[in-house]
Nanobody, 124 residues
Framework: QVQLVESGGGLVQAGGSLRLSCAASGRAFNRYAMGWFRQAPGKEREFVAA????????DYADSVKGRFTISRDNAKNLVYLQMNSLKPEDTAVYYCAATPTVGVKFGSYEYPYWGQGTQVTVSS
């Protein structure tokens, strides 16, 4: 089992940047593929980005490609989401998630472990 804690959210102006971090505790962090999801008020939770267990492969939602970068540091049990060129429509609660599977996973139902979320607000 793994426990996840996100940090790094906040208020930023459109065009600005934020870096989210997700700290994992528990065993064998490198056995988990990791993902970032977000949920805006009144909307369903949606996939943002994912990274494989080794960090060698990543994938992104079309809405964030070219602006967001997911990465991980298995030595420190951390996963990051670097967010650049932020837009007001990126405003949401961002969640880190873990799944003990191979490959990149896109569906929230594929992730059994979740953090509590961190709020990102982008002002226009």
């Amino acid at each position: 089992q793994v426990q996840l804690v996100e940090s790094g959210g906040g208020l930023v102006q459109a065009g600005g940047s934020l870096r989210l971090s997700c700290a994992a505790s528990g065993r064998a962090f490198n056995r988990y593929a990791m993902g970032w999801f977000r949920q805006a008020p009144g909307k369903e939770r949606e996939f943002v980005a994912a990274v494989t267990r080794s960090g060698s492969s990543t994938d992104y939602a079309d809405s964030v490609k070219g602006r967001f970068t997911i990465s991980r540091d298995n030595a420190k049990n951390l996963v990051y989401l670097q967010m650049n060129s932020l837009k007001p429509e990126d405003t949401a609660v961002y969640y880190c998630a873990a799944t003990p599977t191979v490959g990149v996973k896109f569906g929230s139902y594929e992730y059994p472990y979740w953090g509590q979320g961190t709020q990102v607000t982008v002002s226009s």
